[in-house]
């Protein structure tokens, strides 16, 4: 399964992003979506997931009443909007499947090998 992240750039402490999540080859609606993001020297975490059917979702602390995820599977596509943005939220961000959207699958989908090219958000001050 390959995703195709876009949507990333630079923004200024404060601002708001919307990053997109989409599939060339498959129907993502199927699937339960995760968005994963890797700084520059830490390790990928994972910041939010979406069941395949809208009806669950999850935020990491750190991110949780910022940013919001959405999909709209007409389109074949899952969206991070992202707010009030910090310069900790500055990573290459990514999406991909999760067996099920939960902290735990979220946490567990950080061992895999295959991740796309993601996005890149910067956020400067």
């Known amino acids: 399964l390959q995703f195709v992240e876009s949507g990333g750039g630079l923004v200024q402490t404060g601002g708001s992003l919307r990053l997109s999540c989409a599939a060339s080859?498959?129907?993502?609606?199927?699937?339960?979506i995760g968005w994963f993001r890797q700084a520059a020297g830490k390790e990928r975490e994972g910041v939010s997931c979406?069941?395949?059917?809208?009806?669950?979702?999850y935020y990491a602390d750190s991110v949780k009443g910022r940013f919001t995820i959405s999909r709209d599977n007409t389109k074949n596509a899952v969206y991070l909007q992202m707010s009030n943005l910090s310069s900790e939220d500055s990573a290459v961000y990514y999406c991909?499947?999760?067996?099920?959207?939960?902290?735990?699958?979220?946490?567990?989908?950080?061992?895999?090998?295959?991740w796309g090219q993601g996005t890149q958000v910067t956020v400067s001050s």
């Open positions: 979406i069941s395949n059917d809208s009806g669950k979702s």
């Open positions: 080859d498959f129907s993502l609606g199927i699937y339960d």
């Open positions: 991909k499947q999760v067996p099920m959207c939960t902290a735990i699958q979220l946490q567990r989908m950080l061992r895999a090998d295959s």
